[in-house]
């Protein structure tokens, strides 16, 4: 069996125009600084609403990334 270690974060993406943009906007931002990335599990959705009406949406993502180094024996 294939030794991996992940480790876990969680980021809040947001998008003007969509839950969908806003777990793809998470990930493009963890991706600039982890490398690794494998998973992604979608939690919280919520949103605000602006006094003009406008809808911003906000995502919980969690993100799995596999650690680098030597298998622990």
Do not use: C
């Not at 003007?16 to 990930?27: F, G, M, T």
């Not at 919280?44 to 799995?64: H, L, M, P, S, T």
């Amino acid at each position: 069996m294939p030794d991996k270690t992940y480790k876990i974060i969680e980021v809040v993406g947001v998008s003007d125009k969509s839950i969908h943009e806003a777990v793809r906007n998470a990930i493009a931002k963890a991706r600039q600084t982890l490398r690794n990335i494998d998973w992604f599990e979608v939690g919280q959705v919520r949103g605000a609403v602006g006094k003009g009406g406008e809808i911003d949406f906000q995502v919980e993502v969690r993100i799995g990334f596999r650690l680098e180094g030597d298998a622990v024996s």
